[in-house]
């Protein structure tokens, strides 16, 4: 079993639209947690950290739910510039060591 | 601010050769990270400085792989002598941990292909 498991996606949404995707991970004593988004042969970005109590920023809003072990993503009144793969990170140790999800694929259409 | 920088952006070696690579981290960051995404599998790490000390280095394939961090700055990576196996993207990774965080920021990667 992967220690960050992702829908692959695509996932593909109307520009305007919502969309919304999981991570689950395996670590229960994974502390920190993270989404990043990564551009086609370019670098992971971040953009965002997700706290206990669930955050937001702009149009992004991100959940955790620890009892579940998994992390969302909610993406409102999507873009073109959305389009990306969604990279869910949580760390696996106090140094910050980072495991990676495999990627969620968004493509937005107009 | 510069953000972090890899070198070179792309790399291309015969099996047995020797390639070094380089990151240079935001300036004050402390904690500096390698990691390694193969084609169609996920990010994996391969180690994590901190300062000019290897803090983990569990994720290192092999002894083929070589990371140094002389000073604090500046980091390489060497694989010697290189095999099929290594070819994939290298990503650096700079963090300052300020305030409890362990957000990291990424370098634009070395794309390394052994042939």
């Known amino acids: 079993r992967k220690e960050v498991e992702q829908d692959p996606g695509p996932f593909n949404v109307p520009e305007g639209a919502t969309v919304a995707f999981n991570c689950t991970y395996s670590?229960?004593?994974?502390?920190?947690f993270f989404w990043y988004r990564q551009d086609c042969r370019k670098e992971p970005k971040l953009l965002m950290s997700v706290y206990s109590s669930g955050n937001e920023d702009g149009r992004f809003t991100a959940q955790l739910n620890r009892a579940s072990q998994y992390i969302s993503l909610l993406i409102r009144d999507s873009k073109l510039s959305d389009s990306a793969t969604y990279l869910c990170?949580?760390?696996?140790?106090?140094?910050?060591?980072?495991?990676f999800g495999a990627g969620t694929q968004v493509v937005v259409t107009p | 601010e510069a953000g972090v920088t890899q070198f070179p952006s792309h790399s291309v070696i015969e099996k047995g050769q020797t390639v070094t690579l380089r990151c240079d981290p935001i300036?004050?960051?402390?904690?500096l990270y390698w990691y390694r995404r193969v084609m169609g599998k996920e990010i994996k790490f391969l180690l994590h400085?901190?300062?000019?000390?290897?803090?983990?280095e569990s994720g290192m394939p092999n002894n083929r792989f070589l990371a140094e961090r002389t000073g604090g700055t500046y980091s390489t990576l060497k694989v010697q002598p290189a095999e099929l196996e290594d070819s994939g993207v290298y990503f650096c990774a700079s963090s300052p941990w300020t305030s409890g965080s362990y957000e990291q920021y990424f370098g634009p990667g070395t794309r390394l292909t052994v042939t």
């Open positions: 400085f901190v300062k000019e000390s290897k803090q983990d």
């Open positions: 990170v949580v760390t696996a140790d106090s140094w910050g060591k980072f495991q």
């Open positions: 670590n229960s004593a994974s502390q920190s």
């Open positions: 300036s004050g960051h402390d904690n």
